[in-house]
Each structure stands twice: as C-alpha cells, then as structure tokens.
C-alpha cells in the first residue's frame, strides 16, 4: 500500500457507497472552494452517530486501510474524539471529529455545500466561511499563509457579488 497514488474519487466513492454522512475540509475543500493549492490526502469529519461509524468502518475496510499509528484503522478512535490518519491504496485519508474552530460535523454540514466533483460524486465540502474558521484557530504556521490566501478570495468573491448587483439596478433603472 503507498501514498504515490492519491486519488480523491476512489476515497470518496468508497465513502459513498457507505452511504456515510460526512464533510470534506482541509486542503482538497480549499481546493474545491478555489484555493490554488495542491494536495495530496482527504480530511473528512463524519458524523459520530453510531450506525455512521459502522459504515465508515466498512469504507475503511473497502479501502485496505491502515492507521498511521501502525495496525489496521479504527471507528473506537473516531467515537473517542481522537483524529485518526489512514492510508489506502488510493492515498492518505485523515478523520478529524473535531477540527479546530468547530463543533464537529453538525456544526460544519450546515453551511457545507454539496458539490459536483464528476464520476457522479456530489460530496459535502465545508464552506469557505467554516474553512476559514479553521485556519483561524490553528497553531501551524503554514496555515497563516492558507488563511490569508482564503479570506482574500472571500474578498474578491464578496466584491463580485456586489458589483454584480449594482450592474443589476443599473440596468434596471435605466
């Protein structure tokens, strides 16, 4: 099993055909949102609902995967709160109940989006606002530059919208 191989479909079909409830954060989230960063692995926070551990455990299962801390991964580590690194055959997978900032998976999936990623996946992507909410309460220093980078495309977005608007009532005054 190696890590060359990241392949975001493959993870989340696995995911899917689980029929797990989770949202997706971290770098590929950004990514979707529009960050021009790069990633190689999948944040997920799923819900901790016992039934959904049970499927994510059998997504687990599904992929070969193997804890980071050695031996194979574990749902009890996820239903204690504690976050648990994976690796596949399609590349690193990272459960994280809790991300910094939040209150877990509840707390993210309501203003999570589901989008279209192709191959008829349509995964929950954390929001930009809660994605920056998580760089905010993080101690890494690269993610400074990440938080930065993300609340200037909040900016251009926000700017965008309004101009939009004005061209609106401009068209419509005249």
């Known amino acids: 099993m190696s890590d060359a191989g990241f392949d975001p479909y493959v993870l989340l079909e696995a995911l899917e055909r689980e ?3 989770y949202v997706v954060i971290g770098a590929f989230a950004r990514v979707v949102n529009g960050s ?4 190689g692995a999948l944040d997920i926070v799923p819900s901790l609902r016992d039934e ?4 994510v455990g059998r997504a687990l299962d599904d992929l070969d995967a193997r804890s980071t801390r050695r031996g194979p991964a574990s ?7 504690e976050p648990t690194g994976v690796r596949t055959s399609a590349g690193s997978l990272k459960l994280v109940p809790t991300p910094w900032g939040t209150r877990g998976y509840d707390d993210l999936r309501i203003r999570a989006n589901r989008e279209n990623l192709g191959r008829g996946l349509r995964p929950s992507i954390a929001s930009t ?3 920056v909410r998580m760089l905010e309460a993080s101690t890494r220093a690269a993610d400074i530059e990440r938080l930065l ?4 495309m909040m900016e251009l977005e926000h700017e965008l919208v ?4 004005l061209s609106r009532g401009l ?4």
């Open 129 to 131: 606002v809660d994605l």
């Open 36 to 39: 021009g960063e790069t990633t």
């Open 75 to 81: 749902v009890e580590t996820l239903a204690a709160g």
């Open 149 to 152: 980078r993300l609340r200037r």
């Open 162 to 165: 309004r101009s939009r608007r």
């Open 52 to 55: 959904n551990l049970r499927r």
């Open 171 to 174: 068209s419509i005054e005249r």
């Open 19 to 21: 029929r797990t409830s």
